[in-house]
């Protein structure tokens, strides 16, 4: 089994630095996407952000659209 290769990449949102799995192909893992928003989402919410955390829910919200989740 092969292990994912894990790239650093850092985003200009609150200065913090995301992991993000790549497929065994090279390209971007979308439940690594997933997984970022929904933890960006969550964060706010901690830290009373709730228009941020408002914004992550839209943003999760567009991708599972594009997944054709129910």
Not at 23 to 43: A, W, Y
Request: one cysteine or more; a positive charge; charged letters at 35%.
């Amino acid at each position: 089994m092969e292990t994912p290769k894990v790239s650093v990449r850092s985003s200009v949102l609150d200065g913090r630095l995301f992991t993000e799995l790549d497929r065994p192909t090279g390209q971007p893992c979308i439940d690594t996407k997933e997984f970022d928003l929904v933890r960006n989402m969550m964060i706010a919410v901690v830290e009373e952000r709730y228009r941020d955390a408002a914004s992550w829910r839209d943003k999760l919200s567009q991708l599972r659209t594009k997944k054709n989740w129910p």
